[in-house]
């Protein structure tokens, strides 16, 4: 087994576990019997949820046993938390969206000025070769 084990039941038929992240990422979830006699198949049942679906809002009333105003401000302080930091995460993404954009721009002029510059060159080079040929041949 690889990672940490965030939950271990021994000898249970049925029950709840939850765990809140740390940080973003990918997250596996494994059952397993181990060494059960006789061999049987059994299935496991399990709803898997995140953001402000993720939290257990009956055991917060049923814990603190607060009315059903207190819970639903409770609620309303979540996804409030949860919309600002959201946005937070947008406005960052925002401003490294712009900063890619100015050094697009800025290494799209340089590029400009540079494939100007030797046109320019080209050109010149080009007139001056036409010059001394004429001149060699005197056609000027």
């Known amino acids: 087994m690889h990672g940490n084990s965030y939950h271990y039941a021994d000898h249970v038929q049925s029950g709840q576990f939850s765990f809140q992240a740390v940080e973003g990422g990918d997250y596996l979830a494994c059952f397993f019997a181990l060494d059960h006699r006789p061999a049987i198949k059994f299935s496991v049942d ?9 939290k257990d809002w009956s055991s917060v009333a049923k ?7 207190e819970l639903e401000l409770k609620k ?55 010059k001394t040929f004429f001149e060699k041949k005197k056609l000027i």
């Open 46 to 54: 399990f709803d898997w949820r995140s953001g402000l679906a993720a």
């Open 76 to 130: 309303l302080e979540d996804a409030i938390t949860y919309i600002h930091e959201e946005m937070l995460y947008l406005r960052e993404r925002e401003r490294e969206m712009q900063q890619l954009n100015i050094n697009t721009n800025s290494r799209m002029a340089l590029l400009s000025f540079l494939s100007l510059f030797v046109c320019v060159s080209v050109a010149a080079l080009q007139a001056w070769h036409l």
């Open 63 to 69: 814990k603190g046993s607060v009315d059903a105003m």
